[in-house]
């Protein structure tokens, strides 16, 4: 059975906020070694939203040189202003980014007419393979099944969608009405306990942030999958539900993802952009005892 785990990373940083490219080039080298599918970039967990758009091309430019086309590259393009989508967009297709992930407009709520004439406005003018993103939690609304269909009828350049909700209604409903009639469109859920769920009801798999900490889990899971290997698909599960509990030490949830790639010797920081919070020694605690509760030390 096919299925695919595609990491997105967070953004690592020095302790005077710089880019700390050197242990994002360890991360990036990680993920792969260990057989990541794929490696999006500039998404939630790479905190873009308080990145000035300098940095994001930089992060862009850095991540297209050193992932090299040894697996999938996704870059985070979305902005409150499209034209600025469009020109990063075709900034990091241009520049051999394998495509572009984009958010709906984030602040106001908009209806189904709205998001197709956004993503078509997008899609006309971006020249290169598009994921829509959606994420509900954070942008206050979701886009219904039937406006992706329209999409991907209007533009063969949309490809996919990271469908971030903690249950699967929605990623199933996609599912029915999208690939029953584009079965080349790839629906992958944005939460790391839902790929399982995601692969048996005919999706992709996940784009799921516990990757940058368990990449060999999540890589071993991805095969057991690959080769019908059902203890091994229970075996995943039961590592990531465990794992999942790491998302719940605080909200926002990523200076704890960042503390726990630190501790595992792939970062010399975790420190974030502001205002996000540092993790603590309490912090550490748990994150060790999750490792050491699904074998890792």
Not at 286 to 292: A, F, G, N, T, Y
């Amino acid at each position: 059975m096919n299925a695919a785990y595609i990491a997105p990373t967070i953004t690592l940083f020095r302790q005077d906020g710089t880019m700390d490219f050197e242990s994002q080039e360890k991360l990036f080298d990680n993920l792969i070694e260990k057989g990541m599918d794929g490696i999006l970039v500039e998404g939630s967990s790479s905190e873009f939203f308080a990145m000035p758009m300098d940095q994001r091309r930089k992060m862009a430019e850095f991540s297209i040189e050193k992932v090299n086309r040894r697996v999938k590259l996704i870059i985070g393009t979305s902005n409150m202003v499209a034209d600025e989508i469009i020109d990063f967009s075709n900034f990091c297709l241009d520049a051999g980014a394998d495509a572009v992930m984009i958010l709906p407009p984030y602040y106001f709520h908009f209806g189904a007419g709205e998001l197709l004439h956004y993503y078509d406005h997008l899609a006309n003018q971006i020249h290169g393979n598009i994921y829509i993103y959606n994420f509900p939690d954070n942008t206050g609304y979701t886009i219904p099944p039937e406006t992706v269909l329209q999409l991907t009828k209007l533009h063969s350049n949309i490809v996919g969608i990271k469908d971030t909700i903690p249950g699967m209604d929605h990623t199933r409903e996609l599912i029915k009405v999208v690939k029953s009639q584009v079965p080349s469109f790839e629906i992958y859920s944005g939460y790391d306990d839902n790929f399982a769920h995601n692969v048996l009801a005919g999706g992709n798999g996940c784009i799921a942030a516990l990757s940058n900490v368990v990449p060999e889990i999540c890589a071993a899971w991805v095969r057991a999958f690959r080769e019908n290997d059902m203890e091994g698909v229970v075996k995943g599960q039961r590592a990531i539900d465990r794992m999942m509990d790491l998302y719940a030490i605080r909200s926002p949830f990523l200076p704890v993802m960042k503390e726990a790639v630190k501790l595992r010797g792939l970062a010399a920081t975790s420190v974030g952009t502001f205002p996000m919070p540092c993790a603590t020694i309490e912090d550490d605690a748990k994150i060790l005892e999750l490792l050491q509760r699904v074998g890792i030390c």
